[in-house]
């Protein structure tokens, strides 16, 4: 179905062919790419990191098996002694980059790769489908959660997410961003995160009635379950659950809450509340869902609708109005030489960089500022971390919950304005006066203009 | 990074805990479940049915391993006697299903699946995940097929697919609805995909000169040289493809084409089309690419853009402007019931179904009407075939190459209004009298409105 074999094909066809054409060409001088976002789709004024640890899990694996070698072999396009240089080809280069959970903003570099032309070049295609896709989503969720203060928020989204890995990562992504969990049980496994689930409508209606499904559920679930109540009508649902509620009281045991699916959720969630109110039952809980994302929530949070916590799916994982970001891999420089694309609309900055962040007197975050590699903003935090050297992890990195809580710390100190889920204020980003110079020098030589 | 392991665990948490009660409450008995589309995205009048041997493969090889089984075992909410059940749970159903690469239309079931309702239950997050992304991606790549007669039309979305799994999948999918080929080597090694490619800005940039870079390429690729005109500057970027382009003539060799990647792409291919006309290179081909989708593509279609093919990336690797599909999967009979969901807005069709499409005296396609399965269309043709019995495959399912025929063949023959790329019109589909005659007897049963 989706194996790991053959991962290094994971690229596109011209990777191959111009590393074909450096080798035979001798170009195998190191070469420093830079990864980075162009542009804030609509009612986005920041990102959030994610992707990083299988970046680095795919480059210090990176290698072409045979069955690789034969079927590129098949194509009719390689020479003999390309195949054999790439049957040896490992990645051996170094890496800095920005650690998961971090916020970034747009044009500033992300990940630098610096390797033989070659093997920087043949991964771009992996790097930015895997950053593209975590930081997307990282986003996204972060939106959700901003949009929802004290509530918990969890993602229910594998049934839409594109494919296999997406909803893995889609998990993961936006755990790391402050959701509470999530529906897909694999995920669960692999990642550690917390996995939660309620019913769904089948079992309802595979049931006589309601009740009945409702007893049949609380029966093998006496200490955790929480009904479905939107299947046949959403009022008659809540006084069913009051009354499995009372019986499961009756044996010592407790209903732990409710969920609404469809209808109109806030009016829903207002009428509902009240039912079991008036039973005395106030503390079971109100779980919305349905074609939820953070516009509703931030509708429902500013009204007070009484949700006591979300199932946020499709419009979170598949990011679903802003499903892409404008990502590019650039190089920047090429055997020591700083270079530049000069195409319409599409300028790069040139050569080796950091990204110094600078904060106010209570941590608050004021503004960053891009630099060459090698310039050091005394008090500012620089913050691309080499992660890798020579092709090895150049350090242990964190784990999912660390990343968790320094994006939790991070965003708390991102003035509000930048956070809004609509029309966001920017975010200061300013570029080092070195740097202007070397872009300057560097679209000289080229003979366009910056 | 991604494996097969443990993809039983692919499943929303809900699927195993509502399987644990019926477990504990003895109901095991067959249910039907239908997987259909409730609507149609902005500008989409029909669907293009793909995904079906992946659901089929992972049906056939359902299982929990003990990898598996200790974790949810350490989730402290199921019984030793249900995990003993789950080791031995293997998928033993029925499955109807339309074809791959068959059109279809909304509220129309795509596969029935009939199995113990354990079975039927717990694989549903699969079958939606696979169904929903490989149907968005052939359709929305039919649409730029559409929109590009007589160009070649190539998937170069890699990077920007959500995650691997959709790489391959979107590769495939494209591929399947009328797309050449693929950028996606990976792609292609598995499914026999045609692999295609050009060069990258960074091939250029790496070179002293932008005419060194080409001649570097083409010294590799004498045959099959595709050369990116556009990182400085286009137009000078055509005059050194047209001077390598003529030392190549000189040799004996032929230069293939020119790619344009951004800029204004009409006007730049009308130019770069003069250039090498007035150099007497009719035939160097010229490719487009650079965030384009099939609005753009039918633009171009209509003034006559003298672009030879098109590389299609992001926007149709996402399906951007429809990133989702209102897709579903409902209960709609147990144990012989026919059982229906009431929900606002949310009205399923109860029973088991078959639908069956209707042609004028050319072949093209008039209508479609859903019947129950045992209904007979007299000179209609049956859509749903029996792809399974018992957990096993029923036929052999078709090649690639077949379904992709298949499609071909099919929306050929669908009206132009109903395939337009805006506003299209309705297609008209019918539900037999005894179907809805079932409906209104299970909603009165239920005791709502249908």
Redesign the interface.
């Given at each position: 179905?989706?194996?790991?074999d053959?991962?290094a094909?994971?690229?596109?066809?011209?990777?191959?062919?111009?590393a074909?054409?450096?080798f035979?060409?001798a170009?195998m001088e190191p070469?420093t790419?830079s990864l980075f976002i162009r542009a804030y789709p609509p009612n986005r004024g920041y990102f959030v990191s994610a992707g990083l640890k299988?970046v680095v899990?795919?480059l210090e694996?990176f290698s072409f098996d045979s069955?690789?070698l034969d079927?590129?072999h098949s194509?009719g396009?390689f020479a003999d002694d390309f195949l054999d240089f790439l049957k040896n080809l490992r990645f051996s280069g170094e890496v800095w980059a920005l650690p998961e959970g971090r916020l970034f903003f747009k044009d500033e570099p992300v990940i630098e790769v610096t390797a033989p032309?070659v093997e920087a070049?043949i991964v771009?295609?992996f790097i930015?489908?895997?950053i593209?896709?975590q930081s997307l989503i990282a986003t996204k969720a972060s939106r959700c959660i901003h949009a929802a203060p004290g509530r918990a928020v969890v993602d229910?989204s594998?049934?839409?997410?594109?494919?296999?890995?997406?909803?893995?990562?889609v998990a993961r992504s936006s755990y790391l961003a402050g959701f509470a969990g999530t529906?897909?049980?694999?995920a669960?496994?692999?990642y550690g995160i917390p996995?939660?689930?309620?019913?769904?409508?089948?079992?309802v209606?595979?049931?006589e009635s309601e009740i009945d499904a409702f007893r049949?559920?609380v029966?093998?679930?006496p200490n955790?379950s929480i009904l479905l109540i939107?299947?046949?009508?959403t009022i008659a649902g809540a006084r069913n659950a009051v009354q499995v509620g009372q019986e499961m009281a009756a044996r010592g045991q407790r209903l732990q809450g409710v969920r609404i699916?469809?209808?109109?959720l806030a009016d829903l969630a207002r009428r509902v509340r009240k039912i079991f109110d008036a039973a005395d039952m106030k503390d079971v809980k109100i779980v919305g869902s349905g074609g939820l994302d953070e516009f509703d929530l931030a509708e429902f949070s500013a009204a007070h609708v009484p949700y006591d916590s979300y199932g946020v799916g499709?419009?979170m994982g598949?990011?679903?109005d802003a499903?892409?970001f404008d990502?590019a891999y650039?190089?920047v420089e090429?055997d020591g030489r700083p270079?530049?694309?000069?195409?319409?609309?599409?300028v790069s900055w040139p050569g080796k960089k950091q990204v110094y962040r600078l904060r106010d007197g209570e941590g608050r975050l004021t503004s960053d500022c891009v630099t060459r590699r090698e310039e050091n903003i005394p008090g500012a935090e620089p913050l691309l971390k080499k992660v890798m050297a020579q092709g090895k992890t150049a350090a242990p990195p964190p784990s999912l919950e660390e990343s968790r809580k320094l994006f939790q710390e991070e965003f708390s100190r991102l003035p509000e304005a930048v956070k809004s889920i609509r029309d966001p204020a920017p975010y200061k980003v300013e570029f080092s006066a070195a740097l202007k110079k070397l872009r300057e020098q560097v679209a000289r030589q080229?003979?366009?203009a910056a």
């Amino acid at each position: 179905m989706e194996s790991d074999d053959q991962l290094a094909l994971l690229t596109d066809l011209y990777q191959l062919t111009m590393a074909q054409a450096y080798f035979q060409n001798a170009r195998m001088e190191p070469a420093t790419f830079s990864l980075f976002i162009r542009a804030y789709p609509p009612n986005r004024g920041y990102f959030v990191s994610a992707g990083l640890k299988d970046v680095v899990e795919f480059l210090e694996g990176f290698s072409f098996d045979s069955i690789s070698l034969d079927y590129l072999h098949s194509l009719g396009l390689f020479a003999d002694d390309f195949l054999d240089f790439l049957k040896n080809l490992r990645f051996s280069g170094e890496v800095w980059a920005l650690p998961e959970g971090r916020l970034f903003f747009k044009d500033e570099p992300v990940i630098e790769v610096t390797a033989p032309i070659v093997e920087a070049q043949i991964v771009e295609t992996f790097i930015i489908n895997q950053i593209n896709l975590q930081s997307l989503i990282a986003t996204k969720a972060s939106r959700c959660i901003h949009a929802a203060p004290g509530r918990a928020v969890v993602d229910f989204s594998l049934r839409r997410t594109h494919g296999i890995d997406a909803g893995m990562k889609v998990a993961r992504s936006s755990y790391l961003a402050g959701f509470a969990g999530t529906s897909n049980v694999r995920a669960g496994l692999r990642y550690g995160i917390p996995v939660v689930g309620t019913m769904a409508h089948s079992f309802v209606s595979s049931h006589e009635s309601e009740i009945d499904a409702f007893r049949s559920f609380v029966k093998s679930f006496p200490n955790n379950s929480i009904l479905l109540i939107d299947t046949y009508d959403t009022i008659a649902g809540a006084r069913n659950a009051v009354q499995v509620g009372q019986e499961m009281a009756a044996r010592g045991q407790r209903l732990q809450g409710v969920r609404i699916d469809s209808g109109d959720l806030a009016d829903l969630a207002r009428r509902v509340r009240k039912i079991f109110d008036a039973a005395d039952m106030k503390d079971v809980k109100i779980v919305g869902s349905g074609g939820l994302d953070e516009f509703d929530l931030a509708e429902f949070s500013a009204a007070h609708v009484p949700y006591d916590s979300y199932g946020v799916g499709t419009k979170m994982g598949v990011s679903a109005d802003a499903p892409w970001f404008d990502i590019a891999y650039k190089l920047v420089e090429y055997d020591g030489r700083p270079v530049l694309k000069l195409s319409t609309g599409k300028v790069s900055w040139p050569g080796k960089k950091q990204v110094y962040r600078l904060r106010d007197g209570e941590g608050r975050l004021t503004s960053d500022c891009v630099t060459r590699r090698e310039e050091n903003i005394p008090g500012a935090e620089p913050l691309l971390k080499k992660v890798m050297a020579q092709g090895k992890t150049a350090a242990p990195p964190p784990s999912l919950e660390e990343s968790r809580k320094l994006f939790q710390e991070e965003f708390s100190r991102l003035p509000e304005a930048v956070k809004s889920i609509r029309d966001p204020a920017p975010y200061k980003v300013e570029f080092s006066a070195a740097l202007k110079k070397l872009r300057e020098q560097v679209a000289r030589q080229a003979g366009g203009a910056a």
